[in-house]
């Protein structure tokens, strides 16, 4: 029995068979997750410069009065939505919160490749894009967000349990037991980040799972360079960098069977909005925010819909078969690759020079002896 995976960087739960009633749920689930509220929205996103009462009203077969109660009602959560005879509806801010609803709606009003159209005149009041068919992307078609939790891995492992769909994701806007690897702490300040777990169902072997935390880092990456102007680093095999700080980390946790994954729970913390003293005094010289690295505060659900965006993108090219595409460019942003690391495994400590990513995304460092060794987990250190 081969149990190589199980090393350090996997919480690996061996499940029985059927031990659990993982039945999907029905097909029409994606629907039911579209409020009226995310529609309303999804719509009012992908018409900037307002649309008409009647043709939201039309689009969502409700009435008129029903479609200005619920824009009464995402005023009152914070929602800055001007109305006027000539206007129709035009949404102009968006509070900071995390509304499941509003995610939902970034995610359905443009999908990759497509950008949010800019205002451009206050002419045509019609729809220019209807809602994105229920399905058309994986990650983020089901979002749930709690004010607080334990920690939002463990919210999905329940879910998981349950039998729910992959792509489900639930956002905390804090953790009271927020964890990285191997058990450590991860502090989550209420409403200072984005705190968040995904579930998903890959048909992977579970040793090829680390493809899943290499695809995950390329997409925070591109989400945060595209969101911030910032130049994020990847630190193998679970750190976003900047400036040699970590502003963020990824927990990949796993269920699987001998020979077949049966889940994976992607745990991801983001420090986006901390000021500098907000973090302990431990965490000063080794973390940072985004708020830090680029002077402005940033819009956490902005930046959780594009974060959502790249990574059902990237696990879109892992389930096709295509981790070289990503590999490549984790390699081109990568910190550790072509230089010098020491690897502290358990007890054990490996010095070497980093050389590149296996096929499984292991890390292959060439050691002071000369040896190729294939590392999969572990805490690296860069020698400067
Ligand atoms: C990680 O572990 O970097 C994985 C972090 C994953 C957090 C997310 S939040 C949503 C989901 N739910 C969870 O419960 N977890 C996931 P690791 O490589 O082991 O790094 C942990 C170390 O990072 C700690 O020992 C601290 O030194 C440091 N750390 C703790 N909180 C931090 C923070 N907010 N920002 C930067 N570094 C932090």
């Known amino acids: 029995m081969n149990h190589d995976f199980i090393l350090i960087d996997f919480v690996l739960v061996l499940v029985l068979e059927n031990a659990f009633g993982c039945e999907n749920e029905d097909d029409d689930e994606d629907e039911k997750k579209m409020t009226t509220d995310a529609k309303i929205l999804s719509a009012l996103r992908a018409n900037l ?64 490749g497509e950008r949010p159209r800019e205002p451009q005149s206050s002419k045509p009041k019609r729809l220019v894009r209807t809602l994105a068919p229920p399905g058309e992307f994986i990650i983020g078609r089901d979002i749930r967000v709690f004010e607080r939790t334990t920690s939002t891995n463990d919210v999905i492992e329940k879910l998981a349990r ?84 970590k502003v963020a980390g990824i927990l990949t946790e796993l269920s699987a069977e001998l020979d077949r994954v049966r889940h994976v729970i992607l745990g991801i913390g983001v420090d986006v909005n901390q000021g500098a003293g907000e973090f302990p005094p431990e965490l000063r010289k080794l973390a940072t925010s985004l708020k830090i690295e680029s002077g402005r505060a940033i819009s956490r659900p902005e930046l959780a819909a594009a974060i959502l965006r790249e990574l059902d993108f990237d696990y879109a090219r892992i389930c096709a078969g295509q981790f070289t595409a990503v590999a490549d460019e984790w ?39 000369g040896h190729l060794e294939r590392i999969t987990g572990g805490d690296v250190t860069v020698e400067k």
């Open 49 to 112: 410069d307002g649309v008409s009462g009647a043709e939201l009203a039309e689009q969502l077969g409700i009435s008129r009065a029903a479609v200005w109660a619920r824009i009464e009602e995402l005023r009152k959560v914070g929602y800055d939505i001007e109305a006027g005879p000539h206007l129709g509806y035009k949404l102009v801010g968006s509070p900071d919160a995390l509304h499941a609803d509003d995610l939902l709606a970034r995610l359905n009003c443009f999908r990759w």
């Open 162 to 245: 349950d039998g729910v769909k992959e792509g489900v994701v639930v956002f905390a806007e804090s953790q009271t037991s927020g964890r990285g690897r191997l058990g450590r702490k991860w502090i989550s300040p209420e409403r200072k980040g984005l705190w968040f777990s995904i579930l998903l169902r890959p048909d992977l072997r579970p040793q090829e799972t680390t493809q899943l935390t290499v695809a995950s880092a390329t997409a925070l990456r591109r989400a945060i360079q595209s969101e911030t102007g910032l130049k994020p680093e990847i630190k193998w095999p679970n750190d976003i960098l900047i400036a040699g700080k």
């Open 331 to 369: 390699e081109a942003h990568c910190a550790t690759i072509g230089n010098d690391v020491t690897i502290q495994i358990g007890g054990r400590k490996i010095r070497g020079r980093a050389e590149s990513l296996d096929e499984d995304g292991a890390l292959l460092v060439r050691t002071e002896h």
